[in-house]
């Protein structure tokens, strides 16, 4: 058995630098890797590129990185609940690649697998797809996306044991899974660490194979965009 | 008199057939849950990773870790699933999800939509829309026949960025029931109480009325 634990978020990030690019694993605020986040807000590294399905809110998620001008680059697929994003997109102070869900889940995941890029039909005929090799496959136009290349990959899960098997809940799986391995090194905090042999081989979703780090997290706020509720009958 | 945003996914709601795996995009297409019949067998996909989506929770039984594509707090049904990105849109690619419901900003008559961006106004981002519309064979879009400030939504050529190429196939508005066809916007049923002059005054693109037009049966 190889055993990925660090123990604390520090260590976790030993080696992130200004300029990298790194991935975030979670859909709105639902899944993130708070802990993580916090440490590079703390870290206050700059010109970071960074690859995740939005960009979190004003004052948690990714808008804290935002907030103190640490992104240069966000490549996302719905930015639309961020005011400072969508200031500092529109006065160009931020550079946004605005792609397809499934696109920006597809580039993950041929990183993962080693495919160098996949065809995929979304947005052909629109502008995400100028400037882009595009082939016709049974009568079909399909756009060619490239794998992404990233230096970290931060993710979230919900529990995982010290071999780096993972764990998530719900929804708050979405991106982590696809974006573990596709980095150079994954970083995955979990709710819970538990020992090897705890968690059944059966119900992983994602063999410790693409994990290099695992850490506990700590104080996770797992704060609630839009609370809809109905009342009982 | 026009439907309003309920009426529009009531509407709809008839579309929905038994067996059918759909996918419900955000606003007018979140209510059509609301109106489906319970004696078919329906299943709801949202995209961030649920097959098998529930009403809203319970007030205090609400999870973080249970959301909709809208951000929403929401519930699983008895059989759902939770999955990943990828194979979220594995079962939109590979045409496993029998239907599609979206708004749009706008339709032409071509079938093109255009619904992710106003420039230099508004960038929300196309989230998952592109993905369903290059995928998806079934495709209804729910929206008002006009906007704001009174211009039709139903146009010859989209004037906004677009999301998806001839790809539309009905639309449901305030006013009428619409197919996209080869040749233009086809009428198929109007409002109660609207009139086929109303969706013509209001339909800038193309529009084909053949016979009498039925009223809509709500």
Redesign the interface.
């Known amino acids: 058995m190889i055993i990925k634990t660090v123990d604390s978020v520090q260590k976790a990030t030993e080696g992130v630098e200004d300029g990298m690019t790194f991935m975030l694993g979670g859909?709105?605020?639902?899944?993130i890797p708070e802990n993580a986040i916090s440490e590079l807000v703390r870290l206050n590294i700059k010109n970071l590129t960074c690859i995740s399905?939005n960009a979190g809110v004003d004052d948690f998620g990714l808008g804290q990185l935002l907030h103190k001008k640490q992104i240069d680059k966000m490549v996302?697929?719905?930015?639309?609940?961020n005011a400072i994003f969508?200031k500092q997109?529109?006065s160009g102070e931020l550079e946004?690649e605005?792609?397809?869900?499934?696109?920006?889940?597809?580039r993950?995941?041929a990183a993962q697998q080693g495919f160098p890029a996949i065809y995929?039909?979304?947005?052909?005929?629109?502008?995400?797809a100028e400037d882009k090799e595009t082939r016709e496959f049974d009568g079909k136009m399909y756009v060619l996306e490239e794998a992404f290349k990233a230096d970290f990959a931060f993710v979230k899960a919900?529990k995982g044991d010290k071999a780096g098997n993972l764990v998530?809940?719900?929804?708050?799986?979405?991106?982590?899974?696809?974006m573990c391995g596709a980095a150079k090194i994954t970083v995955a905090e979990v709710e819970e660490l538990v020992e090897p042999g705890e968690l059944d081989p059966n119900h992983i979703?994602v063999p410790g194979i693409f994990v290099q780090r695992i850490f506990q997290g700590k104080n996770y706020e797992?704060?609630?965009?839009?609370?809809?509720?109905?009342?009982?009958d | 008199m026009a439907l309003d945003k309920n009426g529009i996914a009531k509407r709809i709601a008839k579309e929905v057939k038994d067996g059918y795996y759909v996918n419900l995009g955000i606003g007018i297409p979140t209510l059509v849950a609301n109106f489906v019949r319970d004696d078919i067998q329906v299943e709801f996909q949202?995209?961030?990773?649920?097959l098998g989506m529930g009403?809203?929770?319970?007030?205090?039984?609400?999870?973080?870790?249970?959301?909709?594509?809208?951000?929403?707090?929401?519930t699983?049904r008895p059989g759902a699933s939770?999955?990943?990105?990828?194979t979220?849109?594995g079962m939109?690619?590979g045409k496993h999800v029998d239907l599609t419901i979206l708004g749009a900003m706008e339709v032409a008559e071509n079938g093109d939509i255009a619904n992710?961006?106003i420039p230099?106004k508004m960038?929300?981002?196309?989230?998952?829309?592109?993905?369903l519309v290059?995928?998806a064979e079934n495709i209804i879009v729910a929206m008002m026949h006009t906007n704001k400030a009174g211009e039709s939504k139903l146009l010859k050529r989209c004037s906004l960025?677009?999301?998806?190429?001839?790809c539309v196939t009905k639309i449901v508005t305030n006013l009428a029931v619409i197919e996209v066809t080869d040749n233009g916007f086809k009428l198929l049923e109007t409002a109660p109480g609207v009139s086929v002059e109303d969706v013509q005054n209001a339909t800038e693109g193309k529009l084909i009325v053949e016979g009498d037009i039925p009223e809509m049966q709500l």
């Open positions: 859909f709105g605020l639902c899944g399905n996302s697929s719905y930015v639309g609940e969508e997109m529109l946004v605005l792609i397809p869900q499934g696109t920006l889940a597809a993950c995941q995929t039909p979304a947005g052909y005929g629109t502008e995400v919900w998530f809940k719900g929804t708050a799986r979405n991106f982590n899974p696809v979703h797992k704060r609630i965009e839009q609370r809809t509720v109905r009342q009982k | 949202s995209e961030n990773g649920i009403p809203f929770p319970i007030d205090g039984e609400e999870d973080a870790d249970l959301i909709n594509a809208g951000k929403q707090t929401i699983a939770f999955f990943d990105s990828a979220s849109f939109i690619r992710w961006k230099g960038v929300k981002g196309m989230g998952g829309a592109m993905d290059a995928s960025p677009l999301t998806g190429v001839g």
